[in-house]
């Protein structure tokens, strides 16, 4: 079976490609898509395949999908876009008659007050629509997006968000990409949607202790009101838009959005998900 892996040159998709490398998948048999081929030389280095896979050019994929058995789609970054970048990928997976797409969506995405959500859901039904065979994985937060954050509390001794005592269950990047090779590999998981945790859910107050071990220094998490974080990133200089988008996923998270004690993550990947703080400590 032949695996493409789009958005290769990116954390989570260069991580699914080593995941697949290590489940004994054999190079050859591995496709790294990229916008440019020079982000995935090193990948070509080890014996790995590698396309154009442009998810705004549509004219990239007909060319590296032929020959294509499983496609997974790593869901792009740019919040707006998203819906007709995977559409593309879709309808031409569909022409190329792969035989399974992957799809890495939002935690419980149908129900999720996140803004990020909408364009999940979207490619979630385009998937449907679209009459071919796929998964799809709901994947948590990353711990990763908390490396900033953890990053300036060593001087600040700080975390602030307007989350109150909101929980994430968060695992690392590798475990998602682990359980993404898992499901790409096999095909009993085709006409499934997985929804996919870290094993424990953290507070920000949590957070806030790791990060304290971490720099070895006293660090507080301290809760905003919304408006006080608009203030913020606006002082920061963030335009209305993008300070609304940020404080819309804190408060998302405040209502327990990304709260969970779900364990088909770790079930998926025979493992305990990673810790916090360890995930934090490769991360930084």
Do not use: C
């Not at 090193?42 to 590698?50: E, I, K, S, W």
């Not at 949607?193 to 859910?201: K, Y």
């Not at 998490?221 to 913020?232: G, I």
């Amino acid at each position: 079976m032949t695996i493409l892996v789009t958005a290769a040159s990116g954390h989570l998709g260069r991580l699914i490609v080593d995941s697949l490398l290590e489940r004994g998948v054999a190079a050859s048999d591995i496709v790294a898509g990229a916008r440019s081929l020079d982000k995935v030389a090193d990948l070509a280095d080890r014996g790995v395949r590698t396309a154009v896979v442009d998810y705004d050019a549509p004219e990239t994929l007909d060319a590296a999908f032929a020959g294509i058995d499983r496609v997974v789609l790593v869901s792009g970054s740019e919040v707006g876009k998203r819906l007709a970048q995977h559409q593309a990928v879709i309808d031409a997976a569909v022409a190329a008659k792969v035989g399974g797409l992957v799809y890495t969506s939002l935690y419980r995405a149908t129900t999720s007050p996140l803004p990020l959500a909408a364009e999940h859901v979207a490619t979630e039904e385009a998937l449907a629509a679209s009459g071919l065979p796929h998964t799809i994985l709901r994947n948590n937060w990353y711990i990763e997006n908390y490396a900033q954050d953890v990053a300036r509390a060593a001087e600040s001794g700080v975390i602030a968000a307007a989350v109150a005592d909101g929980k994430v269950a968060a695992a690392a990047r590798a475990d998602y990409a682990e359980a993404a090779a898992v499901v790409a590999t096999d095909d009993a998981y085709l006409g499934r949607v997985l929804e996919l945790a870290g094993d424990a859910a953290f507070g920000y107050a949590d957070l806030a202790a790791a990060a304290a071990e971490i720099h070895g220094r006293d660090v507080t998490y301290v809760a905003l009101s919304e408006e006080h974080l608009l203030e913020t990133l606006r002082g920061a200089g963030l335009d209305e838009g993008t300070a609304g988008f940020v404080a819309a996923l804190d408060a998302g998270i405040a209502a327990g959005a990304l709260d969970s004690d779900d364990h088909t993550l770790s079930q998926l990947i025979g493992r305990p998900t990673t810790p916090l703080i360890d995930a934090l400590r490769a991360a930084l």
